[in-house]
């Protein structure tokens, strides 16, 4: 079992910047994968940003060079930074993992981001 939880999330407006971050409730080393999705209002829910136990990220086209993934493993958190936001980037922001043996997934309850003009 794993508890993920998401904190970071707000209104900002379009440029700014937000920090997103997910503590796991075990070693994040005990993930194959972690990442960040998003699902906006009437769209399915799409993957932002992964990170491998290896520390091979992957990102959408839509927020590269401008979002970053990075993780604090003495604290078992994850983090996403957010910079140059658009309205478009406006979702609910989950974080996810990947169990290294059984590939389960766990995800966090999601966090608000919403992007102003």
């Known amino acids: 079992q794993a508890q993920l939880v998401e904190s970071g999330g707000g209104l900002v407006q379009s440029g700014g910047s937000l920090r997103l971050s997910c503590a796991a409730s075990r070693s994040i080393f005990s993930f194959a994968k972690m990442g960040w999705y998003r699902q906006a209002p009437g769209k399915e829910r799409e993957l932002v940003t992964s990170?491998?136990?290896?520390?091979?990220?992957n990102y959408a086209d839509s927020v590269k060079g401008r979002f970053t993934i990075s993780r604090e493993n003495a604290k078992d958190t994850l983090f996403l930074q957010m910079n140059a936001l658009k309205p478009d980037d406006t979702a609910v922001y989950y974080c996810?993992?990947?169990?290294?043996?059984?590939?389960?997934?766990?995800w966090g309850q999601g966090t608000q981001v919403t992007v102003s003009e």
């Open positions: 990170i491998t136990r290896d520390g091979i990220t």
């Open positions: 996810n993992a990947v169990g290294l043996y059984f590939k389960r997934e766990y």
